[in-house]
């Protein structure tokens, strides 16, 4: 089983990074996985449009904390436009590729930074 992954994938998920809750976060998101129902919490702390700080927090599988950790790194510094285009494919190439039955969880991580984003530009509209 675990031989599916790769040392990449491991690497995330033995030692994810990023994860916990940001107190004052300036945006989260938090998204089910219709296929499997884990969850996923994504916060943000955003700053010039960029995101500063990011972290995750998430009851899904290996392939779905190995996903998230890559993404907080992915878009840690990036501007909101930019980690907004983020997708699945990228995060799973970053990993050295995911099996296809494990597709679904890397789409935990990007939705539920999408979501964190928006939920940041609503506060900020206020
Ligand atoms: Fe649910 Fe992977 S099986 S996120």
Known sequence: MADMYTEKVK???YNPRNVGEIKDADGAGTVGNPVCGDIMTIFIKVKDDRIIDIKFQTYGCAAAIASSSI???IVKGKTLDEAMMLTRDDVANELGGLPAIKMHCSNLATDALR???KDYRK???K
């Open 11 to 13: 690497d995330h998920f």
């Open 71 to 73: 993404t907080t790194e």
């Open 115 to 117: 979501e964190a984003i």
């Open 123 to 125: 506060k900020k509209k």
